[in-house]
């Protein structure tokens, strides 16, 4: 990585980690448990790849600061439930996430459980505010936003493939089942930050719309990809969380399916059909590109 884009991808993640914690009820606020818990959650911690991801392309577009800040932070909010609920005992049951004790382990299966509900409610009220902002998006298109991110949330999108998901414990899926299951659970937030991003920037033409998906789609399966060789090859301090979990679990992954060198080869061939989806926008796609090869060559 550059050390242009080093310092880029640290200042998106420092204003981040500001707008979140301005986004969030104080912990003294009533109920100070469940808002603690909350910023317990969210803060402090993460690769904050969604909010870079809005931010990237919103950059394509010459988006306005506070929508992006708006929507970086909406939907690390929905990832950070998702992660909160993942983590329960009546799924993964996970004790470690972001090298800390989960939520339910910190507080308990209650506290956990409203903290996924309610950082979930908080990111559509973050969201639906820019009505209210300096320069507010067209509200057109700001409703448009508010879907996409909700189509992504729910059973069509990360909930549906978190079902999908629990659903494969101990049975055996195809290449093409994996797939459809990970473009759901992890793909569709991935590809709503992306078209959020460019979102507040403009009204997509069609062929723009059609390179961004075509680059979520391979940045989405990438990511997974190389989560399954890291949980397979790296350790629990490394990752910030239980090492070994998916094959303990005896859940399908691209690494149980194709082994552990085809997946990286495919990880691989997907950064670079990523890089090609962009190839329509030039130099000004540049972070977006960089952040395929993050999101590849990482190793936590």
Not at 90 to 112: I, N
Not at 165 to 189: C, F, P, R, W
């Amino acid at each position: 990585m550059s050390a242009a884009f080093d310092d880029w991808m640290k200042t998106v993640q420092a204003g981040s980690e500001n707008d979140l914690s301005a986004f969030l009820p104080p912990a003294t606020a009533i109920p100070t448990k469940l808002h603690a818990a909350m910023r317990y959650a969210l803060l402090g911690g993460g690769k904050r790849v969604r909010p870079l991801l809005v931010y990237a392309a919103g950059a394509l577009f010459g988006a306005d600061a506070a929508i992006l800040a708006r929507a970086a932070a909406a939907v690390e909010m929905i990832h950070a439930y998702s992660l909160v609920h993942d983590d329960m005992p009546c799924m993964d049951d996970d004790e470690l996430r972001r090298g800390k004790p989960t939520v339910h382990v910190a507080y308990d299966e209650a506290t956990a459980l409203l903290v996924g509900d309610a950082l979930q409610s908080q990111a559509f009220l973050v969201l639906a505010e820019a009505a209210a902002d300096a320069n507010p998006v067209p509200l057109a298109r700001l409703v448009a936003m508010l879907r996409l991110l909700a189509h992504a949330s729910g059973s069509a999108g990360m909930c549906g493939g978190q079902a999908i998901d629990l659903d494969s414990v101990g049975i055996s899926l195809t290449l093409e089942q994996l797939e459809q299951m990970h473009q759901l659970k992890t793909g569709a937030l991935l590809r709503a930050s992306v078209v959020l991003g460019a979102l507040a920037g403009k009204q997509l033409e069609q062929d723009e719309l059609d390179a961004l998906n075509v680059y979520a789609r391979a940045i989405g399966l990438a990511f997974q990809v190389v989560d399954d060789v890291l949980d397979a090859t790296a350790d629990s301090a490394t990752l910030g969380k239980t090492a070994g979990k998916d094959a303990a679990d005896n859940k399908p992954t691209y690494v149980s399916i194709l082994g552990l060198e085809p997946s990286r080869a495919l990880a691989e061939k997907l950064r670079l059909d990523a890089h090609a989806a962009l190839a329509p926008f030039g130099d000004k796609a540049l972070r977006l590109r960089e952040l395929a090869d993050l999101i590849v060559q990482r190793k936590a």
